[in-house]
């Protein structure tokens, strides 16, 4: 099993969909948590960080649930731009630092 | 100010031979990691280099090493390349290194892509 899984899709939604991704991490030990995006034969750029309060940045929202292991990235409104492939990120800080990628979830906003 | 840089940006190599890949991180940065991403995958943490010592290791074999100078660049070296190390490696920066628990933002450079033939 994966440390961290996600839904790897594809997502085919169009413009002005909502569209909802989800991530699971298996170590309980994990203490900071992510989304970064990545489009097509680029590097990874932060989208967001994810709180333990839950976070909203425009048209974005991301929530943890610490006691489920379960974190997940919700994008109202889509815009052609959105489409990209969508990375959960935990970190776990235990004897040194680790930051454990998913293999993502790509989407495609169609017009 | 310019980010993260990568270099070579392509590389080809033939099984057997040993790679070294160059990374410098964004200044004033002293956090450098190593990752690499196969096709169709999320990038596989290697290594973390904080103040030239390394802070973080991943699963990955010997044949892998890195070090950090004192300008805070960083070398990946690859010996005895074989064909599955053919990826996508990616170089990161942060300010301070990612075992203190805060949310520290990962820069990640445009990456060298290895192949091996």
């Known amino acids: 099993r994966k440390e961290v899984e996600q839904d790897p899709g594809p997502f085919n939604v169009p413009e002005g969909a909502t569209v909802a991704f989800n991530c699971t991490y298996s170590?309980?030990?994990?203490?900071?948590f992510f989304w970064y995006r990545q489009d097509c034969r680029k590097e990874p750029k932060l989208l967001m960080s994810?709180?333990?309060s839950g976070n909203e940045d425009g048209r974005f929202t991301a929530q943890l649930n610490r006691a489920s292991q379960y974190i997940s990235l919700l994008i109202r409104d889509s815009k052609l731009s959105d489409s990209a492939t969508y990375l959960c990120?935990?970190?776990?800080?235990?004897?040194?630092?680790?930051?454990?990628f998913g293999d993502g979830t790509t989407l495609t906003v169609k017009p | 100010d310019a980010g993260v840089t990568q270099s070579p940006t392509h590389l080809i190599k033939t099984r057997g031979q040993h790679v070294t890949l160059r990374c410098s991180p964004i200044?004033?940065?002293?956090?450098v990691s190593w990752y690499q991403q196969v096709l169709g995958q999320g990038p596989q943490f290697i290594f973390q280099y904080y103040e030239k010592e390394e802070r973080g290791r991943g699963n990955f074999p010997d044949r892998f090493s890195a070090r950090q100078f004192p300008n805070y660049s960083s070398e990946l070296n690859v010996n005895a390349l074989l064909l599955g190390d053919s990826a996508l490696y990616l170089c990161a920066s942060s300010s301070p290194p990612m075992d203190r628990g805060d949310y520290n933002e990962q820069f990640f450079g445009p990456g060298t892509r290895l192949t091996v033939l």
């Open positions: 170590n309980s030990a994990s203490q900071s």
């Open positions: 994810v709180y333990s």
């Open positions: 990120v935990v970190n776990t800080y235990t004897n040194a630092g680790k930051s454990t």
């Open positions: 200044s004033g940065h002293k956090s």
